[in-house]
């Protein structure tokens, strides 16, 4: 069992790019667009 906790910890360590945050911002800003856009027709 020693090595699936070692594993877990790898797996929550990974990494995560500073610009994901700022994409998926992006993104969610991108998706309320377009459903203001539906919402007004």
Known sequence: MG???ELKKL???VA???E???R???EIA???NKQMEK???
């Open 3 to 5: 090595s699936l906790k």
């Open 11 to 13: 797996y929550e360590n």
């Open 16 to 18: 995560i790019p500073e």
């Open 20 to 22: 994901l945050a700022v």
């Open 24 to 26: 998926v911002q992006q």
């Open 30 to 32: 991108k998706s309320r």
């Open 39 to 41: 919402a007004v027709w």
